[in-house]
C-alpha cells in the first residue's frame, strides 16, 4: 500500500466511524428515533422490535454516543487531511490504536450484556474500518 492509499483509506475509517454518530443523534428525539431503534435492533440481533427508545435515558445515551462517534469521525478525517503527510506512519498507528480499542471493549461491553451478535458485527465494522491500514505503506 501506498500513502496514498491509506491516506484514501483513512478519510472512509472516518466515514465508517462517523456515520453513526447522525444516527444515534437522531435517537435523541422520539418522532426521529427510528433509524437509531432499527440499528440497535440489527446490532442485537435477532431483529425483533424489542429495543426502543422510551426511556429519557436510552435518548441521552444516544445523544452521547452520536457526538462521540460523528467527533471520533471528524477527528480522523483531520488527521488525514492536515496531519498525515508530516506523520504518516504515527497517524496510521494511533487509528489503527482508535480501533481496536474501541473493537475490544464494545464487544467485550456487548458480550457482557448479552448483545454477542454485536461482537460478530463489530468484526464487520473493523475490517472495513481498517482495511489497508494493518500494515505501514511502502514509500
Known amino acids: ?62 445523544a452521547l454516543t452520536g457526538g462521540f462517534l460523528f467527533g471520533w469521525g471528524v477527528m480522523i478525517w483531520c488527521l488525514s487531511a492536515w496531519v498525515y503527510d508530516l506523520a504518516p506512519e504515527a497517524v496510521r498507528r494511533t487509528v489503527l490504536a482508535g480501533v481496536l480499542s474501541w473493537f475490544v471493549l464494545d464487544s467485550a461491553g456487548s458480550i457482557a450484556s448479552g448483545n454477542a451478535s454485536n461482537a460478530l458485527f463489530n468484526v464487520a465494522v473493523l475490517l472495513i474500518a481498517v482495511g489497508p491500514l494493518w500494515r505501514p505503506a511502502r514509500a
Open 1 to 62: 500500500m501506498s500513502h496514498a492509499s491509506h491516506k484514501f483509506w483513512l478519510k472512509i475509517t472516518a466515514v465508517v466511524v462517523g456515520s453513526f454518530g447522525p444516527v444515534f443523534f437522531l435517537g435523541t428525539m422520539l418522532p426521529t428515533s427510528e433509524p437509531a431503534r432499527l440499528t440497535l435492533d440489527i446490532l442485537s440481533w435477532p431483529v425483533d422490535g424489542l429495543q426502543t427508545y422510551a426511556s429519557p435515558d436510552t435518548r441521552f445515551l444516544s
